[in-house]
């Protein structure tokens, strides 16, 4: 293919060839991380291509990808925002992007690596081979761990996945994990204009929406481990967001009609394909 130099993964369907798996990467303020996270998905045995999403960064984070994408031609890619607008809508952007441009598998993952590059193999294995919609990196699974976080941090994140367990009765260990594999169909299926939250809640509602959706969903044990360089991007505002927007979701689902809510109209045209190869 004319001007495209790496090789390209990809699957078949019918008659045309759809590129494969894009690992979603939102950025603010990540400059002393993003050279080295891009990196380690590059040379991962199992070829990924990478979206950085990044907020307007002041500390320079996309002139850093800018001059990276040389080396990885055709495979990072970077969508520029101007102003932080938050976790939530960052996905919402990559998801709609990839689904443009035909990928089938599309991850999210942070640029701090509390989510192991490494890992984004197991999530896509647990897609492809292991027939699960949505794979979850999940640190609350047998075989799960943590590493180097505080114990007000840990208290907090167990006992947000504990409340949330209990109030919407999804059976899923870690619902807040935002390391996490969607096959295609999943997001094609989902209304992402209907996903308001941007923090915590906005990890909560995809998980929750794609459960009641019927779509199957895998946790994957994982260690995460706590940021080292840069700043932690937690505060007041996302925990508040939590906890009201789990009752949110119990509410809609219990006397509102959720599934009509999420899911993407019959007569909405789907997200177009349009870098299949033909």
């Known amino acids: 293919i004319t001007g495209i130099f790496c090789k390209i993964v990809f699957h078949q369907s019918g008659n045309h060839l759809f590129l494969d ?9 990540e400059k002393e991380n993003i050279r080295s996270i891009v990196n380690a998905v590059m040379v991962l045995q199992t070829e990924f291509h990478v979206l950085i ?28 925002r101007q102003g932080k607008l938050g976790l939530g809508t960052a996905y919402i952007h990559g998801f709609k992007w990839s689904l443009e441009k035909g990928y089938q598998y599309i991850f999210e993952m942070d640029a701090d690596f509390s989510h192991n590059p490494i890992d984004l193999e197991r999530l896509y294995d647990a897609c492809y081979e292991g027939g699960a919609d949505v794979a979850v990196g999940s640190r609350y699974v047998p075989g799960g761990a943590v590493e180097n976080w505080p114990s007000d941090r840990i208290a907090l994140s167990k006992g947000a996945s504990f409340y949330t367990r209990v ?5 899923i260990k870690d619902p807040t994990a ?6 295609r169909n999943v997001l094609e299926s989902i209304n992402l204009d209907a996903i308001k939250f ?21 946790e994957v044990p994982i260690t995460f481990i706590d940021r080292k360089l840069g700043l932690s991007k937690m505060n007041k505002s996302i925990v508040k967001e939590g ?14 009609n959720y599934r009509k809510k999420v899911m993407l109209p019959a007569e909405a045209p789907l997200y177009p394909q349009q870098n299949a190869i033909v």
């Not at 307007?56 to 520029?80: K, Q």
């Not at 109030?167 to 059976?171: F, G, H, K, N, R």
């Not at 935002?178 to 096959?183: N, P, R, T």
Request: charge should be positive; glycine fraction near 8%; hydrophobic fraction near 45%.
């Open 178 to 183: 935002g390391f996490v594999c969607y096959k």
């Open 21 to 29: 798996k894009v690992v979603i990467i939102p950025t603010y303020n």
């Open 53 to 80: 999403i990044d907020d307007c960064s002041p500390d320079g984070t996309a002139s850093i990808v800018r001059s990276l994408m040389p080396e990885y031609p055709g495979r990072l890619f970077l969508e520029e």
């Open 167 to 171: 109030i919407t009765a999804m059976p």
């Open 243 to 256: 906890i009201l927007g789990v009752l949110s979701l119990k509410w809609h689902s219990m006397f509102k």
């Open 198 to 218: 941007v923090g915590y809640a906005f990890q909560i509602e995809m998980k929750f929406a794609a459960w009641k959706l019927g779509f199957k969903i895998k």
